[in-house]
């Protein structure tokens, strides 16, 4: 019988596609006889997210997304994942207090990248996370490389993200600047994309770019799938 998964939300986009992908991929995983594992969805208000990362409080983050790991344990998930990169920040401290074990969305992507032969990923995400050392430090225990954006671009994808993309709002100048990244860092020798935000694909297709794109969401969605059903 299959694991009940357990999504601890935080941005609705994110948590929406974990939800979708869980959904649509179960049935060419596991064969459309086969019952699809139980999915439980839990999130607290974005707004209290975004508050506590603005006033750099990941003690707070972590208490949000305990709460939501406890709902999702008594109601019977067997392991959590969290479809949001940024709030990974405070992962490790969840981790020693979370009465469910949790995928760590990182992890899933070197993982992915390391399977498909990819040499040099452009990370590209929050500063917040961009510039700390969650997909850095599993890149390299993957054994793959990876390229940052400058600081300039790391400040305006910043902005698009928090002033519209969490809000689902798609502007064709946000678009643009994106596709500039990535055609900048493709001369730098990337060969492929991390999306390390929820919301990117919301920007970022897969016929828009000269690179390959690595949906973290859709990963981490897989990845909790095959979890479930091994």
């Given at each position: 019988?299959?694991?009940?998964?357990?999504?601890?939300?935080?941005?609705?986009?994110?948590?929406?596609?974990?939800?979708?992908?869980?959904?649509?991929?179960?049935?060419?995983?596991?064969?459309?006889?086969?019952?699809?594992?139980?999915?439980?969805?839990?999130?607290?208000?974005?707004?209290?997210?975004?508050?506590?990362?603005?006033?750099?409080?990941?003690?707070?983050?972590v208490?949000?997304?305990?709460?939501?790991?406890?709902?999702?344990?008594?109601?019977?998930?067997?392991?959590?994942?969290?479809?949001?990169?940024?709030?990974?920040?405070?992962?490790?401290?969840?981790?020693?207090?979370?009465?469910?074990?949790?995928?760590?969305?990182?992890?899933?992507?070197?993982?992915?990248?390391?399977?498909?032969?990819?040499?040099?990923?452009?990370?590209?995400?929050?500063?917040l996370?961009?510039e700390?050392?969650?997909?850095?430090?599993?890149?390299?225990?993957?054994?793959?490389?990876?390229?940052?954006?400058?600081?300039?671009?790391?400040?305006?994808?910043?902005?698009?993200?928090?002033?519209?993309?969490?809000?689902?709002?798609?502007?064709?100048?946000?678009?643009?600047?994106?596709?500039?990244?990535?055609?900048?860092?493709?001369?730098?020798?990337c060969?492929?994309?991390?999306?390390?935000?929820?919301?990117?694909?919301?920007?970022?297709?897969?016929?828009?770019?000269?690179?390959?794109?690595?949906?973290?969401?859709?990963?981490?969605?897989?990845?909790?799938?095959?979890?479930?059903?091994?």
């Open positions: 019988m299959a694991r009940h998964i357990g999504i601890v939300g935080c941005s609705a986009p994110g948590a929406a596609v974990c939800y979708e992908t869980i959904c649509t991929e179960s049935a060419s995983m596991l064969g459309k006889d086969q019952p699809s594992p139980e999915i439980s969805l839990h999130t607290n208000p974005f707004s209290e997210y975004l508050r506590c990362i603005e006033n750099d409080d990941w003690e707070a983050v208490e949000l997304m305990l709460s939501s790991a406890e709902k999702l344990a008594s109601i019977g998930a067997e392991f959590i994942v969290a479809p949001c990169n940024t709030i990974h920040l405070a992962f490790e401290l969840t981790m020693l207090r979370s009465p469910l074990p949790l995928l760590h969305i990182a992890d899933e992507v070197a993982r992915e990248a390391k399977q498909l032969g990819y040499k040099r990923i452009a990370l590209l995400g929050t500063r996370l961009i700390s050392s969650v997909y850095p430090a599993r890149f390299v225990r993957a054994g793959v490389d990876y390229g940052l954006p400058t600081m300039g671009e790391r400040q305006r994808i910043d902005r698009f993200i928090f002033e519209e993309l969490v809000y689902k709002r798609i502007t064709p100048e946000a678009r643009l600047f994106m596709l500039e990244v990535v055609e900048r860092m493709r001369e730098e020798g060969d492929a994309v991390g999306m390390c935000c929820t919301e990117l694909p919301l920007l970022l297709h897969p016929t828009d770019t000269s690179l390959p794109l690595l949906d973290s969401t859709k990963i981490l969605a897989k990845a909790a799938l095959k979890r479930a059903i091994q």
